[in-house]
């Protein structure tokens, strides 16, 4: 955008809303997980293991790799499930590293 005073400005999208008005239909999108099932994280180099294989299309769910740490202590971490989702049994397990 060129304003006659300035010259050249730089616009960016922050943030939208959207909503869904007078929809009849709706897309049933199918759980990505089943009973048993293994995530395998590995934050150091943003990679995603479902069941011991590589799955890129998992770290697409919006992680922010470069802002995630743990700080030393306790922390709590939360999964929340879908409201619709029937309740499940999680386990996570976190190893420490430096570098």
Same mark, same amino acid.
């Given at each position: 955008?060129?304003?006659?005073?300035?010259?050249?400005?730089?616009?960016? !999208?922050?943030?939208?809303?959207?909503?869904?008005?007078?929809?009849?239909?709706?897309?049933?999108?199918?759980?990505?997980?089943?009973?048993?099932?293994?995530?395998?994280?590995?934050?150091?180099?943003?990679?995603?293991? !479902?069941?011991?294989?590589?799955?890129?299309?998992?770290?697409?769910?919006?992680?922010?790799?470069?802002?995630?740490?743990?700080?030393?202590?306790?922390?709590?971490?939360?999964?929340?499930?879908?409201?619709?989702?029937?309740?499940?049994?999680?386990?996570?397990?976190?190893?420490?590293?430096?570098?």
């Amino acid at each position: 955008m060129r304003d006659k005073t300035w010259g050249e400005s730089t616009m960016y !999208l922050i943030a939208s809303t959207v909503k869904w008005q007078n929809v009849s239909w709706y897309t049933n999108i199918k759980n990505r997980f089943s009973n048993g099932d293994v995530l395998k994280i590995d934050v150091a180099n943003a990679k995603t293991y !479902l069941n011991g294989s590589l799955d890129p299309t998992m770290h697409t769910i919006g992680n922010q790799w470069e802002q995630f740490e743990l700080p030393p202590g306790d922390t709590e971490i939360t999964i929340t499930p879908s409201s619709w989702a029937q309740p499940f049994a999680c386990e996570v397990e976190i190893r420490e590293a430096w570098l």
